[in-house]
């Protein structure tokens, strides 16, 4: 299983950026995909995840209202997007997709690195102020 993830880039605070993950090679089944961001000097923290029918969502309260996780309605295509809103400086950092094998939805469990299976390369964001 491979995740290529896209999209970043240097942008001003208050614009936008829609972030990409797309699955390709051997299929992970029905999964979970998470997003997570390492900050200058900050561990890798969770911002968002969607469940495989795309019907539940779950974010960080820092991007709760800002930023949107969505996916192509047909899973076929496996791809993954976050749509980011008003973006500020602390939103600067690597944005990783990861996939979870498991379509079990407890909140506690997606937050956690552990809990992901297939991690893509990090797409850089940056926001200038």
């Known amino acids: 299983v491979q995740l290529q993830a896209s999209g970043g880039g240097l942008v001003q605070a208050g614009a936008s950026l829609r972030l990409a993950c797309a699955v390709s090679?051997?299929?992970?089944?029905?999964?979970?995909m998470g997003w997570f961001r390492r900050g200058p000097g900050k561990e890798r923290e969770f911002v968002a995840a969607?469940?495989?029918?795309?019907?539940?969502?779950?974010?960080t309260d820092s991007v709760q209202g800002r930023f949107t996780i969505s996916k192509d309605r047909d899973n076929a295509k496996n791809t993954v997007y976050l749509q980011m809103n008003f973006l500020e400086p602390e939103d600067t950092a690597v944005y990783y997709c990861?996939?979870?094998?498991?379509?079990?939805?407890?909140?506690?469990?997606?937050?956690?690195?552990?809990?992901?299976?297939?991690w893509g390369q990090g797409t850089l964001v940056t926001v200038s102020s």
């Open positions: 090679g051997r299929s992970p089944g029905t999964y979970v």
């Open positions: 990861a996939v979870r094998r498991s379509t079990y939805w407890h909140l506690a469990t997606l937050r956690s690195q552990r809990a992901y299976d297939y």
């Open positions: 969607i469940s495989w029918g795309g019907f539940n969502t779950y974010y």
